[in-house]
């Protein structure tokens, strides 16, 4: 059984709810990744955040990205995986919230994040495509 810990990228840097966007699109550039776990000051996770959300959230409204802070983007409870499920659990996670990014958490320690393109390669080819039309087209 492969599980989100065999397949996720380890190590996934958060940007601190405190943080300007503006640092945050800093780490995304340095990183070359398109999201970030938002954490909170006692290191749980807050949400997550997207080079999306900067532009449609932050630029597009005319806010400066030196002003906004991070956890001001933070929506709703995180949608996460455990450590030790497997990749059809991932699988129907990502189907049903919609997102093609999950954080990976063992107990309530972030340990990574696992994205579409690590499922779809730990799927067989027929689950693989209907995950990514899932989410391309849902």
């Known amino acids: 059984m492969t599980t ?10 958060c940007a601190r709810e405190s943080d300007t ?3 945050a ?17 006692d290191n749980r996770l807050k949400g997550m ?5 900067i532009v449609v959230k932050v630029l597009a409204e005319g806010k400066d990205p030196r002003a906004v802070h991070v956890g001001e983007l933070a929506q709703g409870e995180a ?20 997102v ?4 990976v958490i ?7 994040v696992v994205a579409q393109a690590d499922v779809a ?7 693989a495509g209907e995950l990514v039309e899932a989410l391309s087209f849902g």
Do not use: F, K, S, Y
Request: charged fraction near 25%; charge should be negative.
């Open 79 to 98: 949608v996460t995986i455990g450590a030790d499920d497997d990749a059809e659990e991932i699988l129907r996670t990502m189907t049903a919230h919609q």
């Open 121 to 127: 390669r730990a799927l067989p080819n027929p689950q």
């Open 49 to 53: 955040l997207t080079d999306r959300d």
């Open 106 to 112: 063992d107990g309530h320690e972030l340990v990574g």
């Open 21 to 23: 966007v503006h640092d």
């Open 25 to 41: 699109a800093q780490i995304l550039a340095r990183e070359g990744v398109g999201a970030l776990p938002i954490c909170g000051e």
């Open 100 to 103: 093609r990014r999950l954080p």
């Open 4 to 13: 989100a810990r065999d397949i996720m990228t380890p190590g996934a840097t």
